[in-house]
């Protein structure tokens, strides 16, 4: 699942909240058995001098902060509710880097369970464990428990962990959200809908559709899947109907980083190329011709303007502001034409609780775009509308050859107060869209969107308000590819399922090894004979995973090379990704990742007679052989540099550096 921390918010608030005292009948002061409480629960010892209170309301919510820290840097920070149930812990203290001593994932995983029955007695009896990251290299282990009532998965309410390894010190523990909901308040299973009406409802209102997928801008490569086209709303296993999870709106605008051109003795063909894009730009005066007749400035002054470039088109920034200088309004064009790109009125929108109808928050933005937008290509009868207290969101979606484009689309947002517009941005990307003719029955594809997305009966919260529904695993509907259904994700690479399957592992040379790697999750899925020889881009998949939970996937993969950090690899490397792994290929790469990098030019450093056949080692090879013997990764007596590793070999170096 998806995760976001919703804790580092309050943690936020509290670093800008002075110490507070008694007001009304809220308690804010420290109170002595509390703190005492906090000290026993994460054993906080007498070695910090400083100690410090502050409470702060969030929406009608009281928190408490306890911190306590010392002249070395250390601090540990505690928030709790009015009802003293703890939110959040985080603890930094000036540890020396050890190497990680706790190596067994139940031992990890009994260390945390007992601090959460410290945290809480009944964490355990409502919370699971879902995932699981373990980072030997950098010496921690994240666990991640997800909440489940009445036996059905509650979406957004998971804990998360962490401790470090030397001595199993918690680290770190954070609730995704800030009120803890009892189990009464959650809806009864009872009276509800079907799933397999909740299927009708879903094809029906929110069916998936024929769109185009934007994979990477540079490349033009654009991808026909089945997806949603708007935000995937729930549907209420009470009533069927959609229901809109409320969140805070964040207005899109645009960025742009003004430069100093560099002068250059001559110009290369890019630099001509790019030059030649800038030539016959409408001057300024256009646009602020446009913008006095279009828009209400009054009060306000032009005050600056700069020419960016912007995914290969160039447009004009262009800011009036107030008599204090202080922009008030910003527009984006194309800097060849007079389209209006994006407008941003900066305004504080007061909170209210007026919200505009469906019907006149349409027309407020028709009439802006019969105005502003001059092209067709979007879908006017299907926009997706938020309303919220204070704003209205509309969002209109692009349309080419009959079929939507993910992520293209125009936002608006209302102030519903003065029903005026006050953001407004283009987000449409100059690609090539060819006509879909490849793809599967929209009813097949609904059937594996419902079996890959476990499409099924969910708990989600609304404003703090648990509901009964029917939704896909996180609220998303998963996106497929539409010639055959395979599952991408939000990058448009393929999911795969990163199951590790060995088969006969008992009957392995290593079967205890290969085992215990098997309960870190640590091997290469979808691999089942482990007398297989092993690629090269899976023994760096290996290698790394130590230190990173990645996705198996060629991507994935391809980034570590790109992007080695302790591994003396580049992107030439990625060429020879599916050469079976040799030995010295191998053991170059457990010596990087113990810390020990460009051996190749030590020249009588090692002695020249470790290995039965030394005369087999280049002389890049014996320093890096040298080391992994001097380290015990490497006990044989023969060298072999060349021989091709299986599978089976490879866990048992990865092994090797975990003992």
């Not at 804010?28 to 001098?49: P, W």
């Not at 409470?55 to 820290?69: D, G, I, P, Q």
């Not at 790394?544 to 060629?554: A, G, H, L, P």
């Not at 570590?560 to 040799?582: G, H, M, R, V, W």
């Amino acid at each position: 699942m998806k995760k976001r921390l919703l804790s580092f918010t309050l943690l936020f608030l509290f670093i800008f909240t002075i110490p507070s005292f008694a007001q009304n009948t809220n308690q804010v002061e420290a109170n002595k058995d509390e703190v005492l409480r906090l000290k026993k629960v994460f054993n906080i010892s007498n070695n910090f001098d400083k100690f410090n209170f502050t409470s702060t309301n969030v929406e009608k919510n009281l928190f408490y902060s306890y911190s306590w820290s010392n002249n070395k840097g250390e601090n540990i920070n505690i928030i709790t509710d009015k009802n003293n149930n703890i939110i959040s812990y985080d603890k930094y203290l000036n540890l020396e880097e050890n190497k990680a001593l706790i190596k067994n994932k139940d031992e990890i995983e009994n260390i945390i369970k007992d601090y959460l029955n410290k945290i809480d007695s009944n964490l355990l009896k409502e919370y699971s464990l879902d995932d699981f990251d373990i980072n030997f290299k950098n010496n921690y282990a994240r666990f991640t428990y997800n909440r489940k009532v009445n036996d059905i998965f509650v979406l957004n309410d998971y804990l998360s962990i962490t401790i470090e390894l030397t001595k199993g010190e918690l680290s770190n523990f954070s609730r995704s959200i800030d009120k803890i909901v009892k189990k009464e308040d959650f809806e009864k299973t009872n009276n509800i809908i079907n799933i397999e009406k909740a299927k009708e409802i879903f094809q029906e209102k929110e069916s998936l559709k024929l769109s185009y997928f934007i994979k990477d801008i540079e490349k033009n490569t654009v991808l026909n899947v089945y997806s949603q086209i708007n935000k995937n709303m729930p549907i209420d296993a009470k009533n069927g109907d959609l229901i809109i999870i409320e969140n805070n709106i964040m207005p899109i605008s645009l960025n742009s980083e003004k430069e100093a051109a560099d002068e250059s003795v001559e110009l290369t063909p890019v630099e001509k190329e790019e030059i030649d894009k800038i030539k016959n730009l409408r001057p300024i005066s256009d646009y602020k011709s446009y913008i006095s007749k279009n828009f209400n400035t009054k009060g306000l002054n032009f005050s600056d303007y700069s020419l960016i470039n912007s995914e290969d088109k160039y447009l004009y920034s262009i800011i009036y502001s107030d008599k204090e200088n202080t922009p008030k309004i910003e527009f984006y064009f194309e800097a060849k034409d007079l389209n209006l790109i994006s407008y941003d009125k900066f305004i504080q929108i007061e909170d209210d609780k007026d919200k505009l109808d469906e019907k006149t928050a349409m027309k407020i933005s028709k009439d802006f775009l019969n105005k502003h937008f001059k092209n067709n290509n979007i879908d006017l009868k299907n926009p997706s509308i938020n309303l919220y207290d204070s704003t209205t969101s509309i969002s209109f979606n692009r349309v080419e050859n009959n079929n939507y484009v993910i992520n293209n689309n125009i936002s608006i947002v209302i102030n519903n107060k003065n029903k005026e517009i006050s953001h407004y941005s283009v987000n449409f990307n100059n690609l090539d869209f060819n006509k879909i003719d490849d793809f599967i029955p929209e009813d097949k594809a609904h059937d594996i969107a419902f079996s890959k997305g476990d499409f099924g009966l969910y708990y989600i919260y609304n404003k703090n308000t648990p509901k009964l529904v029917y939704t896909f695993n996180e609220n998303t509907a998963p996106i497929l590819l539409s010639s055959n259904g395979d599952e991408i994700d939000f990058s448009g690479n393929l999911i795969k399922e990163n199951q590790i399957i060995y088969d006969n592992i008992d009957n392995s040379k290593y079967a205890k090894e290969i085992n215990y790697l098997k309960t870190l999750k640590i091997g290469v899925p979808g691999v089942s004979n482990l007398k297989e020889k092993i690629k090269e881009k899976d023994f760096v998949y290996l290698v790394k995973s130590i230190s990173s939970n990645i996705i198996y996937s060629e991507e994935s993969i391809k980034d570590i090379y790109e992007y080695p950090a302790e591994l003396e690899l580049n992107k030439s490397d990625f060429n020879s990704k599916d050469n079976i792994t040799k030995n010295n290929f191998a053991i170059k790469l457990i010596v990087n990742v113990s810390g020990y990098k460009n051996l190749s030019n030590l020249e009588n450093i090692f002695r020249d007679n470790l290995f039965k056949d030394q005369e087999q080692l280049s002389k890049e090879d014996k320093n890096y052989f040298a080391i992994a013997y001097g380290l015990n990764l490497y006990n044989d007596s023969l060298a072999n540099p060349n021989i091709e590793l299986t599978h089976e070999d490879a866990l048992y170096y990865i092994y090797e550096l975990l003992k």
